[in-house]
């Protein structure tokens, strides 16, 4: 098991008029993410409201906040217990046996135009053999063709613009990745987390963005910018893509400071703890359709 203490802070200076928020910071509740403990402060006298999506598990908070400075804290302790998985035996879905609630994610969205890279996806990976080998090969693939750089993209840029620009951040990677393996008919979709274990030299830990495809009967992690280490991943939100489970959007005038954010494993081999560590198994977070979780 995982267990990862994890803190948030966030910091805004809302102007005169207020603003509204939608923060997608708390973490996900799944059959294998378990929410031991939490807290969540704020220094406004709000009345924040927490919608779980019975469906992921996504929990979306709303607020309206009052002008002047808005500070957030969430503390957690997440105890993950991935569903572990033979890569070779992870067979890909035929569309006509897709789940309703899956099939929408071999559809084109906002961030990820996979009808315009169809020929170029069927060029790449139409020859390969099907399965988790051939996710594999779109995630490999984007590594090699995209250059991690910090602030090299904004919240307009597309999968198209990170494939003309070869350059982004972890956003951008699962944008492209995300695109290609839906204009093969691979369901695939937006998960947002924090990056544990990312080299330092990338700067302060963050936020996270990575793949989740849909192999077998559930969801698999993929994290196509490889800058973290995806057994330490809490799953905060999944979408169609960054439009729809970005960490926060605003609506009103709003100047926002960089988060601070802490996600430290735990290592106690007398409970059963374990750091999070590089494997080749296919891990997933995903209690598997017809579970919470989805």
Do not use: K
Request: charged share 15%; proline share 6%.
């Amino acid at each position: 098991m995982i267990r990862i203490d994890l803190n948030i802070n966030l910091a805004y200076e809302v102007g005169d008029q207020g603003a509204d928020f939608i923060f997608y910071i708390h973490a996900a509740h799944t059959r294998t993410q378990t929410v031991s403990a939490e807290r969540l402060s704020l220094n406004q006298q709000v009345a924040p409201q927490i919608y779980t999506d019975p469906a992921t598990g996504n929990r979306s908070m709303h607020l309206r906040a009052q002008p002047g400075p808005l500070t957030l804290n969430y503390a957690a302790t997440v105890d993950l217990l991935h569903h572990v998985s033979d890569p070779q035996l992870l067979a890909e879905v035929p569309v006509h046996r897709m789940p309703p609630e899956v099939i929408g994610y071999i559809y084109p969205s906002r961030y990820c135009q996979s009808d315009r890279l169809l020929r170029l996806a069927s060029n790449e990976f139409g020859h390969l053999p099907q399965g988790y080998s051939r996710v594999l090969a779109i995630q490999d693939w984007v590594r090699r063709h995209v250059s991690f750089q910090s602030n090299s993209s904004n919240s307009n840029t597309s999968a198209l613009d990170t494939l003309v620009e070869q350059v982004g951040v972890c956003r951008d990677f699962t944008h492209l990745m995300i695109a290609l393996c839906r204009a093969v008919n691979i369901p695939a979709r937006f998960a947002t987390g924090t990056d544990y274990g990312a080299d330092p030299v990338l700067g302060p830990p963050d936020f996270h963005a990575y793949v989740e495809a849909y192999l077998g009967d559930r969801w698999y992690i993929f994290d196509p910018s490889g800058t973290a280490i995806p057994m330490g991943f809490v799953r905060f939100a999944t979408g169609r893509d960054a439009a729809d489970v970005a960490f926060a959007t605003i609506f009103g005038n709003v100047r926002a400071m960089a988060p601070v954010i802490s996600a430290v494993a735990i290592d106690d081999s007398f409970r059963q703890m374990v750091l999070p560590h590089h494997c080749r198994e296919a891990l997933s977070t995903d209690g598997g359709l017809g579970r919470i979780g989805a």
